[in-house]
């Protein structure tokens, strides 16, 4: 699985992302308008974490 199915798949846990989510699967989202879209699914990697 690549990254982004991760993210499809997380994704797919919120409603608001469903309608969504055959244009992201398509060409990644990139001609979706979103800027009025009330919801930001963003892709937050982190590399290093660090308990103390």
């Known amino acids: 699985m690549t990254r982004v199915d991760d ?3 997380q994704w797919t846990k ?3 992302f ?3 989510q055959p244009q992201v699967e398509l ?3 990139k001609t ?3 800027s009025n ?3 930001i699914f963003m ?3 982190e590399q290093y ?3 103390v």
């Open 49 to 51: 974490f660090v308990n």
């Open 27 to 29: 060409d990644g989202g």
């Open 7 to 9: 993210d499809i798949e």
């Open 32 to 34: 979706l308008d979103l």
């Open 14 to 16: 919120s409603p608001s």
């Open 18 to 20: 469903l309608h969504l």
């Open 43 to 45: 892709r937050w990697k």
């Open 37 to 39: 879209y009330p919801n």
